[in-house]
């Protein structure tokens, strides 16, 4: 198995490939629920699971203007962090998906409404966990564009969503 040296690589070499990758999930999950949506057949009595969206915290009102990797890139020129805590990202967004059901009742997915409060809030709390400096939560809502009040309860979220285990260990962020 090839590894990545995470200590070396560049992180701006990361942003781009993890970008790339969430991009991939995000329009794939997008056109999953308009498919759903489109071709799930329901009448008066009967309500589809496939065509009633599960909301969360995460989803916002509209789909962000800004690009997923322009967001990145923002958020690494404000509050820079390593290769480890945008990484981690993949490993808690998992995690996230198979805890859901098991922690809210709901599916989990990404989509455009939620990709960018998810990586803001994944962001701020890997940060918190793996770098011994980090930023404040209000300059973390300032470089994503929200809220202070609101990025807490995002955060909370995101905690409760990964069952509050944030540790990942080095072969499991290699798998990534």
């Known amino acids: ?3 990545l040296d995470l200590a070396n690589f560049p992180v701006t070499d990361t942003l ?3 970008a790339s ?3 991939k999930i995000t329009s794939a999950n997008d056109q999953l629920k308009s498919h759903n949506i489109n071709h799930t057949e329901t009448s008066p009595s009967t309500v589809s699971v496939a ?3 599960s909301f969360t915290r995460f989803h916002a009102r509209s789909v962000p203007s800004i690009d997923i990797h322009s967001y990145l890139s923002r958020i690494l020129k404000y509050c820079p962090t390593t290769n480890e805590c945008f990484l981690s990202l ?3 967004f998992d995690r996230m998906s198979k ?3 098991a922690t809210t009742g709901k599916p989990f997915s990404i989509d455009s409404f939620n990709i960018h409060r998810l990586i803001i809030a994944g962001i701020m709390v890997s940060s918190k966990f793996f770098s011994d400096v980090f930023f404040t939560n209000s300059r973390y ?3 994503g564009g929200l809220p202070v009040s609101e990025l807490n309860q995002l955060e909370l979220e995101f905690l409760v ?3 509050f285990r944030l540790a990942i260990t080095v072969e499991e962020l290699q798998k990534y």
């Open 99 to 101: 805890n859901a059901i």
């Open 51 to 53: 065509s009633t969206p």
């Open 16 to 18: 781009k490939m993890l």
């Open 1 to 3: 198995m090839h590894t």
């Open 90 to 92: 993949l490993v808690y």
């Open 161 to 163: 969503l990964n069952d």
């Open 141 to 143: 809502a300032k470089v």
């Open 21 to 23: 990758l969430l991009e």
